[in-house]
């Protein structure tokens, strides 16, 4: 099988200082030179308004779609972690290249009653490896808001700060796990018991959390990447064969492919939106329109008119997947994140602490690993967001309802 071609994500930053004055207020701006990708960027305080309108021309040879990100200082530049969340207009994902691209910034809604002389606003445009979405840098709040979870392992809520990835947009299939697999049992590889399909573009199923692992650094390999996991702590012997309980300090967190973190995986599922019970805005309510899983009058937001396993994919024998990219995505470009397979995370399954995180890995050591996102056999409510598979993600073991999708640093 030849190498795959693989179009390498280009990362154009441009920063601006921002004086964000009283509401009647004007912002100052310093010219900056023009920059591959952004150019003529400009912006102003609404003359009377709390709202920053932020204008730029894009331009792009990029065929993926593009992601702009906007990331806000309150520090003069030394950290860009204030938790802007109100920008309307040409920012997030789906942005086209053009002239005169604006964004409106409700500045005093991201941070009431405050004015700055050290406001400084990143500008960044993401075009992310063929189909691979860009999750921005920046905080969310992670776990269960609602008192939906009877375990309690969804709490207490805890804000993290993750720095910006790339994720499959979908499910790993059936084809792409073949093709990889088979490059990779010829060069040095070797799998439990590799995965199950339904059909070419359904979900990969049934492969141990080792066979994940190994799959990614296969992956990167097949492509001429730095793999990201190890047998050790000296990063030196690419993890290829048996069962290895990689570390978190065995892995090249910023190389190759990779299972996402739990909270990246959370951060993710959420689309960019705060506060909503499943990936997607609108609604906070489920049906067989949107995803692929176990219908239950048991749970108030499970509003489907159709019950039980969904009735278009309920056909022959288990497991009932479905084609991946059947059902909307999220505000990040990524499907399934609730229901179809559930997907193996990278952390040891552990409890949640209060206080904020940066790029949290878990727990050291453990029995089990981290699932997310429900899946065609469970009930809705492992499609929430901040759900936890709370019944044992033994790493060596594979049920017809486990998958998985990987994640790719930025810049590579
Ligand atoms: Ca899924
Ligand atoms: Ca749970």
């Keep these: 099988m030849p190498n ?46 709390n709202l920053v309108d932020i204008r730029y021309d894009l331009s792009t040879t990029a065929t993926n779609p593009l992601l702009v990100a906007v990331t806000v200082s309150t520090n003069g530049g030394n950290s860009y972690d204030l938790p802007a969340t109100h920008f309307t207009g040409d920012v997030g994902y789906g942005v086209t290249a053009g002239t005169n691209k604006w964004i409106v910034w409700e500045a005093l809604r991201d941070w009431p009653d405050r004015f700055s002389t050290n406001v400084f606003l990143h500008l ?21 808001t609602f008192g939906d979870s009877y375990s309690g392992t969804e709490l207490p809520l805890h804000t993290n700060q993750i720095s910006a990835f790339c994720m499959d947009k979908w499910e790993i299939t059936k084809a792409l796990w073949d093709s990889v697999y088979t490059w990779a049992i010829t060069n040095g590889y070797s799998f439990e018991y590799g995965a199950q399909g339904k059909a070419a573009n359904h979900p990969a199923y049934s492969m ?41 300090d065995w892995v090249k967190w910023s190389s190759g492919y990779r299972l996402p973190t739990e909270a990246e995986w959370e951060k993710a599922a959420r689309g960019g939106a705060s506060g909503q019970r499943f990936p997607w805005s609108g609604t906070n309510n489920i049906t067989h329109s949107m995803a692929n899983y176990y219908s239950s009058s048991s749970y108030a937001y499970d509003t489907s008119p159709t019950r039980g396993f969904h009735p278009t994919f309920a056909t022959g024998s288990y497991p009932y997947t479905s084609p991946v990219g059947y059902f909307a995505a999220n ?12 997907e193996w995370c990278w952390d040891w399954y552990g409890s949640y602490s209060s206080g904020s995180q940066t790029d949290p890995r878990g727990p050291a050591s453990g029995s089990d690993r981290v699932f997310r996102g429900g899946g065609w056999y469970p009930d809705a409510i492992g499609c929430r967001a901040a759900d936890r598979y709370d019944y044992g993600g033994d790493p060596t073991y594979w049920y017809y309802y486990w998958g998985f999708r990987s994640v790719l640093p930025p810049g590579q």
């Design 124 to 144: 960044t445009v993401f075009d992310g490896p063929p189909g691979m979405a860009l999750i921005p840098a920046g905080p969310f709040v992670m776990g269960d």
């Design 208 to 248: 141990t959390w080792y066979d994940a692992v190994k799959w990614c650094n296969a992956r990167s390999e097949q492509q001429g990447r730095t793999p990201a996991y190890y047998t050790s702590a000296a990063q030196t012997t690419v993890y290829r064969t048996g069962q290895v309980a990689v570390q978190n």
């Design 4 to 49: 795959q071609v693989i179009v390498v994500m280009k990362t154009y930053l441009r920063r601006r200082a921002v004086a964000l004055l009283a509401a009647l207020g004007l912002l100052a701006a310093t010219s900056l030179p023009a920059a591959e990708g952004i150019s003529n960027l400009r912006f102003s305080q609404r003359a009377g308004t």
């Design 331 to 342: 505000g990040y470009g990524l499907y399934d994140m609730a229901g179809n397979v559930w």
